[in-house]
């Protein structure tokens, strides 16, 4: 089974926070500090389930989604917002740009794997 996550993030503590706790329930983790490097690295990397920061430098996460959506290589890969987003309005608008969930910042690290985890079924 593919066990293989990319971390689309431009915080660096962030980065290392997830990276860690996924790692540590032995998740292969793959970082890109920005949009463009992300999705470059959304073919080659073959992940099975994609973290992506809504607030990026010069190309944010929205359109990073909806790039990821329209490669029909991807097409089956989960894509899960990570934002410090929470007005309301926002879940919804990640939705809208092709996330199949969201996930606030800060993240708990308690429940965080888990939280990641259900967006890639009972197999994981």
Not at 37 to 46: I, N, P
Not at 85 to 114: H, N, T, W
């Amino acid at each position: 089974m593919n066990r293989r996550i990319l971390l689309i993030e431009d915080n660096e503590q962030n980065r290392y926070l997830a990276g860690f706790l996924l790692q540590a329930r032995g998740w292969e983790v793959v970082h890109a500090e920005d949009g463009p490097t992300g999705l470059s690295l959304a073919t080659e990397a073959d992940p099975a389930l994609i973290l992506l920061d809504i607030q990026l430098p010069g190309m944010d996460g929205y359109a990073v989604a909806r790039s990821l959506r329209a490669n029909a290589l991807l097409a089956g890969v989960p894509v899960v917002a990570v934002t410090s987003y929470a007005m309301p309005g926002d879940r919804e608008q990640c939705l809208a740009a092709g996330c199949d969930g969201y996930i606030e910042k800060p993240i708990d690290p308690d429940s965080f794997v888990f939280e990641v985890e259900r967006f890639l079924g009972a197999d994981s």
